[in-house]
T-cell receptor
Framework: AQTVTQSQPEMSVQEAETVTLSCTYD???????LFWYKQPPSRQMILVIR??????QNATENRFSVNFQKAAKSFSLKISDSQLGDTAMYFC???????????FGKGTLLTVNP | DSGVTQTPKHLITATGQRVTLRCSPR?????VYWYQQSLDQGLQFLIQ???????AKGNILERFSAQQFPDLHSELNLSSLELGDSALYFC??????????????FGPGTRLLVL
């Protein structure tokens, strides 16, 4: 079974600074996808970034980037120039194409302070 | 606003009862997914429907069932409710049959409280 672990239940960062959220996963699969989702206080789930396991290059979306270490099964999210609107719960998720199932970690609550 | 709508927003009911949650996907999306988010279990995938047919199944209890109608809206039926079923239930939709290349767009959720 696939498991996704987010070891940091809560984090905080000052506005305009950089923060990194950690995620590790366990799988015997070779072909899979990893995601970071954001859940702000409104409870809406919003896709932040997607990484394909077969791609060596780390994904980047504006201020959000990942550090994907396949051998270490690590998938961290870096948020640069943090903004107040980044305050949210962040979920790391694993997708295995063979069963069309997204498996989520427990989440990291990020607070951006002014 | 993702374009996915869910009704009702809140639901309070008693143990042993049955409720129906409704989801309308984004216009044109063929797949609908249901997720349960609770404090102890976290966010769990329940089931996916694609164009009216069940496509994938996750940790869905036998007391729960879902369906997708010809107009592509979906309903999640929860029966013999227990206290532990209290959770936020999300619906999501995607354009085709699903897969990591498709973004899943989440609705605002239905908060269910079982007393």
């Amino acid at each position: 079974a696939q498991t996704v672990t987010q070891s940091q239940p809560e984090m905080s960062v000052q506005e305009a600074e950089t923060v990194t959220l950690s995620c590790t996963y366990d799988t015997s699969e070779n072909n899979y996808y990893l995601f970071w989702y954001k859940q702000p206080p409104s409870r809406q789930m919003i896709l932040v970034i997607r990484q394909e396991a077969y791609k060596q290059q780390n994904a980047t979306e504006n201020r959000f980037s990942v550090n994907f270490q396949k051998a270490a099964k690590s998938f961290s999210l870096k948020i640069s120039d943090s903004q107040l609107g980044d305050t949210a719960m962040y979920f790391c998720a694993f997708f295995r194409g063979s069963n069309y199932k997204l498996t989520f970690g427990k989440g990291t609550l990020l607070t951006v302070n002014p | 606003d993702s374009g996915v709508t869910q009704t009702p927003k809140h639901l309070i009911t008693a143990t042993g009862q049955r409720v129906t949650l409704r989801c309308s996907p984004r216009s044109g999306d063929l797949s609908v997914y249901w997720y349960q988010q609770s404090l102890d279990q976290g966010l769990q995938f329940l089931i996916q429907y694609y164009n009216g047919e069940e496509r994938a199944k996750g940790n869905i209890l036998e007391r729960f069932s879902a369906q997708q109608f010809p107009d592509l809206h979906s309903e999640l039926n929860l029966s013999s409710l227990e206290l532990g079923d209290s959770a936020l239930y999300f619906c999501a939709s995607s354009p085709q049959s699903g897969g990591p290349q498709e973004t899943q767009y989440f609705g605002p959720g239905t908060r269910l409280l079982v007393l």
